[in-house]
């Protein structure tokens, strides 16, 4: 059974910085494209960003391109999402997600984490 446990959300001010953590158990993420999605209230879940199944190259949402940055630690079983420049447009859950390739649908990932609180104040 696989499971994502997302961490690191928090309450920042704007131009700050966070760095989310995504810890996977019964997979590897070397196996596995890695995506971070956000979802704000009353809007649907968008992609943020992801990391290539075995590869570390990234792709990124043009809102955050050049703010987020996602790396991956096979030995920690764990993926990592830099967020910096935080604006509060950035306020949402953030979710890691595992699936077979990195793309944008979120149907295309087979498993999800429960999320962590992101906000960014004024």
């Known amino acids: ?51 290539r199944r075995g590869s570390v190259l990234t792709d990124f949402a043009d809102f955050v391109k050049g703010r987020f940055t996602i790396s991956r630690d096979n030995a920690k079983n764990t993926v990592y999402l830099q967020m910096n420049s935080l604006n509060p447009e950035d306020t949402a859950v953030y979710y890691c997600a595992a699936g077979p390739a990195l793309v944008t649908i979120t149907a295309a990932y087979d498993y999800w984490g429960q999320g962590t609180q992101v906000t960014v104040s004024s």
């Open 1 to 51: 059974q696989v499971q994502l446990v997302e961490s690191g959300g928090g309450l920042v001010q704007a131009g700050g910085s966070l760095r989310l953590s995504c810890v996977a158990s019964g997979r590897s993420i070397a196996v596995s494209a890695m995506g971070w999605f956000r979802q704000a209230p009353g809007k649907e879940r968008e992609f943020v960003g992801g990391i």
